[in-house]
Every structure is written in C-alpha cells, then in structure tokens.
C-alpha cells in the first residue's frame, strides 16, 4: 500500500488533471492513513490549485482544464468538509462570508481556494458560485446575516461588476452593514480603494487573515 506521502503526490496530481473520481478516492485513502483533513487543504489543495490557477494565466492550460481542477478539488474538499465536522474541527464560527465570482465571470479557482480556506478556520461560507448578479449578492447577504461579501473578478471586463455590487448595497442604504472584501488576478489595491471595499487580498491565504482584521475593527 502506498505511503501517505506518496497518496499526497497522488492527490496532487489527480486535482491538476482534474479527475473528480480519482482526487475523492485518494481523500479517503489519505484521511484512512492517518491524514489530518486541514493540513490536507493546507498542504495539498491550496498549492495544486494555485499552481494551476497561475498555470491559467500563464496560458499554459485553458478553460477547461481549469474547470476540470475546480471540479476535483471540490470533490475532494466535500470529503475534507465533513471529515472536520465529524472530528469536531470546527469552532463557534468567526463570522459569515457570503462569496462568488461577479456576473459575466466564470473563473472560480482562487474563489474556490478561498471558499475552502475560510470553512477550515472557522468561518461559515456560503458560496453562490461563479457569474453572480449583484443582487443575488445583496439577497444572499440580507438572508444570511453575512459579516463579508466577498468577491472574485479575474478579467478586466468583469471587474466592474464588483462596483456595481457595491453600488447597490449603497442605492438600498445598507452598505455600511456589510464589509467588502475584493480580490482576482486583475482586481488591486489601488482599485480597491478608489471604489471603498473594505479589504483587497492579493491571495487566498492572506485573505483570511484580513477577513479576521476587518471583523475585529
């Protein structure tokens, strides 16, 4: 039988091809030689899917390989989620995070990531997937009592939606109830703070940390 290290490698690999089938079947297999679940999203999940989100833009892979990997890692990610559940991983939750990527957008790898990462360190996620309508936005945070809307825009053409999701909050007056986190690879600082969001994240794993920063202020 393999090593957990060597169905670690497995899993990477799985998730980069995107086989769903495969990446679920070595999650069990890791979780049954002793893996812990997070350290399993830490160290296995996050780096395949950051490689192959960078992979992306470096027009190494396409479209479809790109979704294929986000398929995987969310078969994969199911398994993890309720692997931390069972072992009672999870504690009273820091706050609620309503996240997607913005209408006409349907890259959702680094949302995915972040989906994932903000679940294993406490927070409670709804996650409305990618090519979401501003008011779907406001409606899911309204109805969730959300703490963060979090969004993802990764082309340009996109990133206005991000504004315009913003400007409703603010048409409705309820804008100053909610903190806006924004990220994607053509999202920056220096536009986050021309349209007033509440936090810019250049990556997933600095974007928790922030999230906890926003809530403590």
């Avoid at 957990?4 to 679920?24: N, R, S, T």
């Avoid at 979704?67 to 989620?81: D, F």
Wanted: a negative charge.
């Amino acid at each position: 039988m393999a090593s957990l290290e060597e169905i670690k490698v497995q899993l990477g690999e799985a998730l980069a091809i995107g086989d769903p089938d495969l990446a679920g079947s070595l999650t069990h297999d890791a979780l049954n030689s002793g893996a812990d679940a997070l350290d399993l999203i830490q160290q296995v999940i996050v780096p395949t899917l950051t490689k192959v989100g960078q992979d992306f833009q470096d027009f190494i892979i396409f479209l479809p390989e790109l979704m294929s990997a986000g398929e995987a890692a969310e078969a994969a990610t199911g398994i993890l989620e309720e692997a931390l559940v069972a072992s009672g991983s999870k504690k009273v939750s820091l706050g609620t995070v309503v996240i997607g990527t913005v209408e006409n957008d349907v890259h959702d790898i680094g949302k995915n990531i972040l989906s994932t990462l903000f679940k294993s360190h406490g927070f409670k996620v709804v996650d409305l997937g990618r090519n979401v309508a501003p008011s779907t936005f406001m409606d899911a945070a309204q109805k969730e009592k959300a703490d963060i809307v979090a969004m993802s825009s990764l082309m340009t053409t996109t990133r206005p939606s991000i504004l315009s999701t913003i400007n409703l909050f603010k048409e409705v007056g309820i804008r100053d109830q909610y903190k806006f986190m924004v990220g994607g690879g053509c999202v920056t600082q220096e536009w986050a703070d021309e349209i007033q969001a509440d936090g810019y994240s250049p990556d997933a794993a600095s974007a928790v940390e922030l999230a906890k920063v926003i809530l403590s202020k």
